[in-house]
Nanobody
Framework: QVQLVESGGGLVQPGGSLRLSCQAS????????MHWYRRAPGEERELVAA????????SYADSVKGRFTISRDNAKNTVYLQMNSLKPEDTAVYYC??????????WGQGTQVTVSS
């Protein structure tokens, strides 16, 4: 059974930090590119960060460049999103996604991140 379980969300003040984790199971994690998406209320889903299978290549949305870092540990089947200098506009539900070609596309249930004073 494929599972992606996010954790680490919560309420944080502007300027603060959070680290999201996504634990994968039920598939060969190291064969999948991994992504973090987010959806704010009333907004479209947005790709925040991506990392290739071995972690060599990473990409970020312009809105988070220099503040967020995506990483992965294939031995632990886990992908992370370190979020620093958080802003109120980062408030959203954050989703973990694993994708291999176009056929295999898995999603987590999401974790809420709220940035507010």
């Amino acid at each position: 059974q494929v599972q992606l379980v996010e954790s680490g969300g919560g309420l944080v003040q502007p300027g603060g930090s959070l680290r999201l984790s996504c634990q994968a199971s039920g598939f060969t994690f190291s064969d999948y590119d991994m992504h973090w998406y987010r959806r704010a209320p009333g907004e479209e889903r947005e790709l925040v960060a991506a990392i290739t299978t071995g972690g060599r290549f990473r990409s970020y949305a312009d809105s988070v460049k220099g503040r967020f870092t995506i990483s992965r540990d294939n031995a632990k089947n886990t992908v992370y999103l370190q979020m620093n200098s958080l802003k109120p506009e980062d408030t959203a539900v954050y989703y973990c996604n694993g994708r291999r070609a176009t056929r295999y596309n898995y999603w987590g249930q999401g974790t809420q991140v709220t940035v507010s004073s």
